[in-house]
């Protein structure tokens, strides 16, 4: 049982530069989330989607897009990196209770 | 708006003592409530959940929680600390029952001390 898989473990963009980050889950959850995760911050809600062709802003949506074309994937669009975007990114599923989370893509923006 | 308040972004306990973290909710209504654990470079772990029922709950390592509507609580604790729990541990609350957001405090760093 695979969980929730996020790809790739770590990337370095130059500004500007654009990239997705993927994220599959095989718990058949209909709730999604990515979040970001800064020093001292917490967790912050990027977008979510509550099932495959739904989704919606998180508290810190700019500069970022998603899609859910599936119930297995959703993946999160960087158009134009920033270096305000170097963060660690955690992709999440959740059924009716507790979300399980993924093992996070290390971003850094330069 | 809705929000989850942990007190104290780092504890330092000594290797057997008692391990207090707290967590503090915004809502009147319960909410289901979760602690993470996170160690270095890894991902969210579940700790335990409150969900409905006994408010005292138990979860893995020896830790526990109770649910405190009273108060809007929902402390973690462990009586005995273990070098091996050091770590960061998130709060974290989801409004709305099954059909709600996810909601993380910003975490208190878990120091142990031989």
Not at chain 1, 48 to 68: C, H, L, M, Q
Request: charged share 15%.
């Amino acid at each position: 049982n695979a969980g929730v898989t996020q790809t790739p473990k770590f990337r370095i963009l130059k500004i500007g530069q654009s990239m997705t980050l993927q994220c599959a889950q095989d718990m058949n959850h209909n709730y999604m989330y990515w979040y970001r995760q800064d020093p001292g911050m917490g967790l912050k809600l990027i977008y979510y989607s509550v099932g495959a062709g739904i989704t919606d802003k998180g508290e810190v949506p700019n500069g970022y897009n998603v899609s859910r074309s599936t119930t297995e994937d959703f993946p999160l669009r960087l158009e134009l990196a920033a270096p305000s975007q170097t963060s660690v990114y955690f992709c999440a599923s959740s059924g009716q209770e507790q979300a399980f989370f993924g093992q996070g893509t290390r971003l850094t923006v330069v | 708006a809705q929000s989850v308040t942990q007190l104290g972004s780092h504890v330092s306990v000594s290797e057997g003592a008692l391990v207090l973290l707290r967590c503090n909710y915004s809502s009147s209504v319960p909410p289901y409530l979760f602690w993470y654990v996170q160690y270095p470079n890894q991902g969210l772990q579940l700790l335990l959940k409150y969900t409905t029922g006994a408010t005292l709950v138990k979860g893995i390592n020896g830790f526990e929680a109770e649910f405190k509507k009273s108060e809007t609580s929902f402390h973690l604790t462990k009586p005995s600390a273990h070098m091996s729990d050091a770590a960061e541990y998130f709060c974290a609350v989801r409004y709305g029952g099954s059909q709600g957001n996810l909601i993380f405090g910003k975490g208190t760093k878990l120091s142990v001390k031989p």
